[in-house]
């Protein structure tokens, strides 16, 4: 990491762990944050390389590290089969970070938003439904709800049925009578 991070390199993406706790660090566990990387360190995670300090680039803000945002260079060190995870005591020992308690009312309210959420309608004989990239595009349809960010909207793709292109999200479809059962 003591040579210069060429950014242009950094092409292709990858997951990695943000551990908030000792623990979380030895198990692997944490936020799951996406990191650009360069083709070199993507082929490493692919191929399930262990250890070894890399870096990236923060393709999101994080939620366990207030304050560390999209566009900061992250060190990570490979894990093999399972996802990496960032720099421990390095790195992230270094920044502010959510309490347990925040952490407890961070799980809490995303466990909240998603009990709400509609389950996706997906007809159980033909699972023929998609989203709006199902459709030529450009296209009008609408991919995540406006007033519910964590709504995905869902479409019926059979060309048979008079419901075709519409959207079905909280229709609870559940089955499709111009399919046999997969």
């Not at 960010?149 to 559940?174: A, V, W």
């Amino acid at each position: 990491m003591s040579e210069p991070i060429n950014r242009d390199a950094m092409t292709e993406y990858i997951k990695v762990n943000l551990p908030l706790t000792e623990q979380d660090y030895a198990n692997g566990n944490g936020e799951g944050v996406w990191v650009l990387v360069d083709p070199e360190t993507k082929k490493a995670n692919d191929e399930d390389v262990a250890g070894g300090l890399y870096v990236g680039i923060l393709s999101n803000d994080s939620c366990y590290y207030p304050g560390l945002n999209c566009g900061e260079l992250l060190p990570f060190e490979m894990r093999g089969e399972h996802r990496p995870v960032a720099d421990f005591h390095g790195f992230l020992s270094k920044l502010t970070k959510l309490t347990p308690e925040g952490k407890e009312l961070l799980i809490r309210q995303i466990a909240e938003h998603r009990a709400m959420e509609p389950k996706p309608p997906i007809c159980c004989d033909c699972q023929f439904c998609g989203d709006k990239h199902s459709f030529p595009e450009p296209n009008d349809l609408v991919e995540i709800d406006p007033e519910n960010p964590l709504l995905k909207h869902f479409y019926c793709c059979c060309g048979d049925c008079e419901l075709y292109e519409k959207d079905i999200t909280g229709l609870g479809i559940q089955e499709c009578e111009h399919f046999e059962e997969l």
